[in-house]
């Protein structure tokens, strides 16, 4: 028997959506009340500026923060469960196929060879992004590529390329830590904890495409995703090219995982546990699965994120911090709640 | 119509697991295997069903070789339960049964209905909102059997259909394995070719239109049960004595070991 009805869930996340939206944006070091708030938002499509302070804050600094923490949260939630259903595992998360511990090798690599201040060609975007994109979309590629023979893709050996690699991308990021100087390593670290603080519409927008890639495609693969828990060639017999999902996947996978990290550093916790919960609560339906783990995934990053501008003022936490503080007790909640019938 | 298999050798990792094999698996009738552990029942179904690519030979179809089949269309007339199902995420049995209902997609009401239909002919209407990780195993392979039962439960516009079971009853009770055998013969009636293994001999004879005896790796004998089952066979084969009779009410063999 089931906790909820799985439509009831996605309309519940869909309203909260949007209240947890304005109600970060009154959170900060300046708290703004939500009449203030309207009228900012009101005031750029009515033209008129009357409070350029609030504005300012509200539009061109805490916008686009809640709207990447919005849009990266709901990817590698989705993304999370993409993973726990092709690898028929729900153990799974996107680390799993070798993005992020590339990633982050990428970043620290450009943090140690050219330092992380220096401004790419692409104003608003770091180097550090680039390095950790390309990180995380080569080391999927050699996880891919080791997993795939003429017989197609394992998942077993996907997943078993995927913790050798991440070991080898642990040792690597080991590696740059020890040759780095204080400035350096205090940079690798707070990158790999995950952080929003650096939001401009730039990356608002990049993450925009990429959730739109996916809000696309996406849907269309849920019922494949059912068949493939029954097993792959179960999933063959009910007339899924196996293989093609798989590749198209992994593929997703590795773009949205890529630039999420990119753009936020590693937040972990939001791919793994979200699925799981969301599962725990509706069922393993993709269809349902789908949109509610998306929906519940941005609303937790933003949650996370509002606390982590206000809980420590005048300073800011990371994000990544928070996201796991807050997610896993509610997690292992659950699981004492449902001990019994696992 | 029938899927053929025409002079096929399988080799796997050095070993010799199917030698030329010729069988014919036809439309409206039950097809049984029956054979030791380890002589290629179950290989000879994946190559039969596409699973695997014969080293040597061919498998069609309705006459279209199995490689050239869309896999869609595939689907829709060829509906396969193997022995072991790897899946353990908490579906309700509702929502695996539907799943069979993925290769025809006549809409949800009549999914639904193909669902309850196929669970209730298998006994497990009362499993209906249970999950399926809280099963016990021969109430698992009751609702994988309504899967696949699913599958094939209308006819297709594409030829056909078979019904393709790999130890359907090997976790059922008594009661159980008679209903498989009457829900087998009950599809062979309506046109559905059915091939499955079995290791019981005398539920293979009860319901087989066509007895194939599979022993290392070819054909030992193939025919009627009645025709197939020898004492001299079941010893050469399964190294067991036995003595064959007759089922005093069926009048099929019957062996007793």
């Known amino acids: 028997m089931r906790y909820l009805a799985a439509d009831k869930l996605v309309w519940c996340l869909a309203l909260l959506l949007p209240a947890v939206a304005i109600v970060s944006l009154s959170m900060g070091t300046v708290s703004i009340p939500l009449s203030q708030i309207v009228e900012a938002l009101f005031a750029t499509m009515g033209g008129g500026v009357e409070n350029s302070q609030t504005n300012s804050i509200v539009l061109d600094i805490r916008l686009p923060r809640i709207l990447l923490a919005l849009l990266v949260g709901a990817v590698l939630a989705v993304l999370g469960t993409v993973m726990q259903g092709l690898f028929r595992n729900p153990l799974a998360d996107p680390s799993l196929i070798g993005v992020s511990g590339g990633a982050s090798v990428g970043a620290s690599l450009v943090i140690v060879l050219v330092g992380g201040t220096v401004i790419s060609p692409l104003a608003g975007l770091s180097l550090i992004s680039f390095g950790a994109f390309m990180g995380g979309v080569i080391s999927t590629l050699i996880v891919y590529r080791v997993a795939t023979s003429s017989l197609g893709t394992s998942v077993t050996t996907m997943l078993l390329a995927g913790i050798a690699i991440g070991a080898i991308a642990g040792a690597f990021n080991s590696l740059l830590s020890y040759f780095s100087d204080n400035q350096m390593l205090r940079q690798i670290s707070v990158w790999q904890m995950g952080n929003l603080g650096g939001a401009n519409w730039l990356k608002v927008g990049i993450m925009g495409g990429v959730s739109g890639l996916l809000l696309v495609v996406l849907p269309a693969q849920a019922k494949s995703l059912n068949a493939l828990l029954l097993g792959e060639s179960e999933a063959r017999y009910l007339g899924i090219d196996v293989q093609r999902i798989k590749r198209k996947l992994i593929f997703l996978t590795a773009l949205g995982v890529g630039v999420s990290v990119a753009l936020a550093g590693l937040i972990g916790f939001v791919g793994l546990i979200i699925p799981h919960i969301i599962r725990l609560l509706i069922g393993p339906d993709h269809r349902w699965l789908l949109p509610s783990t998306a929906l519940a995934g941005a609303s937790l990053l933003m949650i996370a994120d509002s606390i982590a501008r206000v809980v420590v003022l005048p300073a800011e936490l990371p994000t990544g911090i928070l996201t796991a503080l807050l997610g896993a007790p509610f997690f292992v909640a659950l699981l004492i709640r449902q001990r019994g019938e696992l | ?257």
């Not at chain 2, 498989?180 to 019981?200: C, E, N, P, W, Y």
Request: hydrophobic share 45%; net charge negative; aromatic share 6%.
């Open chain 2, 1 to 257: 119509m029938s899927i053929v298999a025409n002079n096929i050798s399988l080799h796997l990792a050095g070993f010799d697991l199917l030698r030329n094999i010729d069988l014919s698996v036809e439309a409206g009738q039950v097809t049984v295997l029956v054979g030791p552990n380890g002589a290629g029942k179950s290989s000879l179904l994946k190559v039969l069903t596409g699973e695997l690519n014969p080293s040597q030979g061919s498998v069609s179809l309705n006459q279209l070789e199995l490689s050239q089949w869309d896999i869609q269309k595939k689907a829709s007339v060829l509906a396969v339960l193997p022995q072991h199902s790897e899946l353990n995420f908490p579906f309700t049995a509702n929502e695996v049964v539907s799943l069979g209902c993925i290769p025809h997609a006549t809409g949800y009401a009549v999914d639904q209905q193909i669902t309850a239909d196929a669970l209730q002919l298998v006994d497990a209407s009362y499993l209906q909102r249970r999950l399926y990780t809280q099963m016990s195993g021969g109430e698992k392979q009751r609702v994988q059997l309504a899967r696949v039962l699913a599958q094939v439960w209308s006819p297709s516009d594409f030829g056909e259909q078979f019904l393709v079971l790999d130890e359907p009853t090997a976790a059922f009770d008594l009661a159980h394995q008679q209903m498989t055998l009457s829900i087998v013969k009950q599809f062979a009636a309506r046109g559905v070719g059915v091939l499955m293994v079995l290791h019981d001999l005398n539920l293979a004879a009860r319901c087989a239109d066509n007895l194939v005896v599979v022993n290392g790796g070819s054909i030992e004998a193939c025919g009627s049960p009645a025709q197939v089952l020898t004492e001299h066979l079941v010893e050469k084969v399964f190294d067991v004595k036995a003595t064959i009779t007759r089922h005093p009410i069926t009048d099929t063999p019957l062996v007793i070991t």
